[in-house]
């Protein structure tokens, strides 16, 4: 009895690839607007953006140091520790509207989409795409939209894997 309770979801700690340039040569890179199909060749949508994941490794392969601190603050031969590695988390796909207008957006797991394929395939009807949850393009995704995409999709939360 008394004091206030906040409830608060967290958000996903996933970056755009239009926001940055990633120089890792094994990663998922899609350019926009390249067309998304079933394996049947059915067409979902077109490429939006990626949604990234940035791991640092340092002393123990987890994000930050051994002592518990965030591996970003590193100055000197320990900076040289670290490398990032770019795990692509969803393939954001448009579809629908005229002009722009009216475009629908979902994020699709990436593990679901052939990457090295023209057109990208992924293994998923186009009813299945376009019944998943919305994604807004000017919100970050909490960990709640992406229990909700990735129930819709069957596969299973990255996060509780590694």
Known sequence: ???????????????????????????????????????????????????????SEAGDGIHGNDDGSDGDNLQGADAALISATHLARYVIAAYGGVLGLGRHFVAIPAELIDCDA?????????????????????????????????????VGRYWLNE
């Open 1 to 55: 009895a008394g004091g206030a309770v906040v409830v608060a979801d967290a958000v996903a700690p996933l970056r755009r690839q239009s926001d940055e340039e990633f120089p890792d040569a094994e990663i998922c890179v899609l350019p926009r607007g390249r067309l998304i199909v079933t394996l049947q060749g059915e067409e979902i949508g077109a490429v939006e953006d990626i949604l990234y994941e940035v791991q």
């Open 118 to 154: 023209n057109p990208a395939r992924a293994r998923m009807t186009v009813a299945e795409a376009h019944e998943a949850p919305r994604y807004d393009t000017s919100a970050p995704l909490s960990r709640l939209d992406e229990v909700k995409i990735r129930e819709h999709f069957g």
